[in-house]
């Protein structure tokens, strides 16, 4: 069973068991999201609602959180997320150029994802992988340096 992009009544159950199993519920806000995350590939309202009600805390709150940290997001990603470093030595060596190829490639922005639902591209502030520069992130495959600018040949081995 896929929950990826999926609000499944059988995904939220999923989630639950993970709550109940905590040992304390207090403090285990970020732990929940990222499970909620893991298991449903974002976060909408609705799964912040259900962890609002779980964790005993307000909305807003759980809201907060979301927003706040980039690594949550409130929007379904593709079956292959993209992610282009833009930190300084990645942009100094063209990782603007390589974002705009992309965006150009799939017909979408950074922060969208395909209406097929296979691609969603994003922009990051550093991977840490600056002596691979520029560096394109495709689900957790680093490419780096002339794989990460051969757009067609990156996409090809995600099809």
Do not use: W
């Amino acid at each position: 069973m896929s929950c990826k992009n999926k609000l499944k009544q059988e995904c939220f159950n999923q989630l639950d068991e993970f709550i109940i199993g905590l040992p304390e519920k207090k403090g285990a806000l970020i732990s929940v999201l990222h499970k909620a995350q893991e298991i449903f590939g974002y976060l909408p309202k609705e799964i912040q609602e259900f962890v609002a009600d779980r964790l005993e805390l307000p909305l807003a709150k759980i809201y907060g959180v979301v927003s706040f940290y980039s690594f949550f997001t409130m929007t379904p990603k593709g079956k292959y997320p993209i992610s282009v470093c833009m930190g300084t030595a990645c942009f100094v060596r063209g990782s603007d150029k390589v974002l705009k190829d992309l965006e150009k490639r799939l017909g979408i922005k950074a922060g969208e994802t395909t209406l097929d639902g296979m691609y969603s591209i994003d922009a990051l502030r550093c991977v840490g992988a600056c002596g691979l520069a520029p560096v394109v992130m495709v689900g957790e495959d680093v490419f780096g340096k002339d794989e990460a600018r051969d757009i067609e040949g990156l996409l090809a081995k995600y099809k």
